[in-house]
């Protein structure tokens, strides 16, 4: 079976634009997660959606949105790029109904904003 | 939202045991204690998931005392391909992943 899938692989954007990156979650997996990881740092919780409803939401600003579509993949939004979002951004998916601490990432998407 | 503590590296040699604690005084009675795994350029790899006492799977140990503010990952014979940060979670599954908190975990060098 074909794991977590992320596109793109790497991205190199400007101050100010936007960006959308996108997430196909493990067959059969209804929940997806969104990290942002800093190098140097460990992943930090974004978005978890289930069934196409927001379940959770971490500390990001508003510049941060998300939307999962009926078949379960997964968009990541950021809006008026800054300098500090450049970073893997890691999609993550679980089986359960509702949320596991088992989760499968993918390969992430390199974001590099100059 | 309890948070943990780890060493921020250790190194071993290959065919060694190695063992990395995590502390979590602040422990709550719903938490888990989870430990994910994390190569360069690549996403986390979930390891191993406790509450309490031992758990074992084919990859890994995960020894838990009576109190509950530490834990203990234990990988068998290590090989240079278990070079990689090694994350402790602890949080409660019912309130949702934003209790999902990795911190800086631990980077585990083996060594020839």
């Known amino acids: 079976d074909a794991g977590v899938t992320q596109s793109p692989t790497h991205l190199i954007k400007t101050r100010g634009q936007q960006v959308t990156l996108r997430c196909s979650p493990i067959?059969?997996?209804?929940?997806v997660s969104w990290y942002q990881q800093v190098l140097g740092q460990g992943p930090q919780f974004i978005f978890q959606y289930y069934e196409k409803e927001e379940r959770g939401r971490g500390n990001f600003p508003d510049r941060f949105s998300a939307r999962q579509f009926p078949n379960y993949s997964s968009e990541l939004n950021v809006n008026a790029l800054l300098l500090g979002d450049s970073a893997l951004y890691l999609c993550?998916?679980?089986?359960?109904?509702?949320?596991?601490?088992?989760?499968?990432f993918g390969p992430g998407t390199r974001l590099t904003v100059t | 939202l309890a948070k943990t503590t780890q060493p921020i590296s250790m190194d071993s040699y290959e065919g060694q045991e190695v063992n990395i604690t995590c502390s979590h005084n602040n422990i709550a009675t719903n938490d888990y204690i989870t430990w994910y795994q994390q190569f360069p350029s690549q996403g986390p790899r979930f390891i191993i998931q406790?509450?309490?006492t031992k758990v074992t799977n084919e990859v890994a140990s995960l020894f838990i005392p009576a109190d509950r503010k530490s834990s203990t990952l234990s990988l068998p014979r290590v090989s240079l391909s278990d070079t990689a940060v090694y994350y402790c979670l602890v949080g409660d599954m019912e309130t949702g992943a934003n209790n999902l908190f990795f911190g800086t975990g631990t980077r585990l060098t083996v060594i020839p």
């Open positions: 993550a998916s679980s089986r359960t109904s509702g949320f596991s601490y088992e989760q499968y």
């Open positions: 067959s059969g997996h209804k929940s």
């Open positions: 406790g509450y309490k």
